[in-house]
């Protein structure tokens, strides 16, 4: 019996009787009347100091949780990016980041201005066309100052196709591409070869590695010369390979300074290709060799389907182009501007490889990209106008695969040409060109 004063509450034995009780599934009011109320104070006090306890350990636990849920977020955030920027944005380029995007040589203010200039040369109207041809050089050298950063980062050095060849990387596949050229013109060491609108060297440095020959590169676009030049010397072939700025209608390069010639995916940008063909002809030396790489319509293309006429329309639009020409052009141009004519086939056919599925397999990609040039420009990271250009591209790559797999498009139309070699005159004795 408690009595007041007497008996101190002895919790401790209350909560042991009550825990015994509980044991052998008793009420307090079964141990000790009046012991119900006084246990029942005390084990409240008890059960909400311990419940207290663990509702402060759990939110304890809940916070820490919390921390390690945002680090653990963070920190695969930040991996997430760095992937999808540094590694990701440049698996195929080394030396091209999304974040170092520019536009060649344009300030940034005028990005945008430029790509509207750019656009406005397909909308002149026919009877200027002549007018205008003179102008394609300018539009051509706005045309790379806009696209070359984004070619490098989401393709790579080399600014051309290659048929895809099973098991070997895209990387593969372009060197054997251009060392191909190298074969053909039989180029080797002292020789000084001329590379016909050469874009940041990725050919140059192929044929001059595979080769040996000095070789000397021409591209109307000031921003890419210094780009081609810090990558020959980033590869230690800057004692082999030389870029110039200038125009290949009209090179600055004196008659028959050189003992071959080639041109990948470039000539195609000259309104007249005879005028670049004849340029070519003449600083050629006599009885040296010259191999193209044409973009072409092929004997596929049918002018009055209206699915063919969108596909090569939107192949122009989107790569500068003055007009593409058809496949069985090419020749009678080369013989024309005094060259002979040693071989010519389209290396797109079968066996090869389609060219156009390194194009297809990206849309994973483009869409990436796209995010991150979003990305880029809203940050002011990248000029604004880039997302336009990207965009322009994104449909280019839409029209080029068009024209591939329908096969009214080739890219790679080789024609092999020798300029005729000297010849002595039966009159005077004097070296002339043979006649073939
Ligand atoms: C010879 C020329 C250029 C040929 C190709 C090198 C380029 C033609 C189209 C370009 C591209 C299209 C899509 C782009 C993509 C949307 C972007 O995310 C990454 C770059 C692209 C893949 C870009 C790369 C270069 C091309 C394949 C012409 C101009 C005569
Ligand atoms: C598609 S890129 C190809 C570049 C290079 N051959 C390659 O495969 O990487 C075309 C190149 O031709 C050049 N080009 C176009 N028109 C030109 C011109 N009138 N004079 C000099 N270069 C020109 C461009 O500047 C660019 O470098």
Redesign the pocket.
Known sequence: MYIAGKNKPNLRAVLRRANFARSLGATSAWLEPGAGARRAGGEELLVSARSVGRVRRKEEAAAMETVAVVWTAAVAAAGLIYWFVWVMGSAEVKGKRAVDLKMGSITRDKVQDKYKQYWSFFRRPKETAVASSENVPAFVDTFYNLVTD??E???GQS???SPSIPGRSHRDATRIHEERVADLIGARPGQRVLDVGCGVGGPMRAIAARSGADVVGITINEYQVGRARAHNKKSGLDALCEVVCGNFLQMPFPDASFDGAYSI??T??APRLEDVYAEIHRVLKPGSLYVSYE?VTTALYRADDPDHVDAIHGIER????PGLRAHDEIAAIARKVGFEVLDQRDLARPPAGPWWTR?KM?RI??WR??LLVSALAFLRIAPKGVVEV?EM??E??RH?TRGGETGIFT?MHMILCRKPPLTPNAEDGNPQESSS
Do not use: V
């Open positions: 984004i070619y980062w989401g393709w600014f051309h196709f995916e470039a195609c940008h973009w989107g790569d500068a182009l194009l990206g990609a483009y990209n796209h990207h591209l994104y280019t790559a080029l890219p």
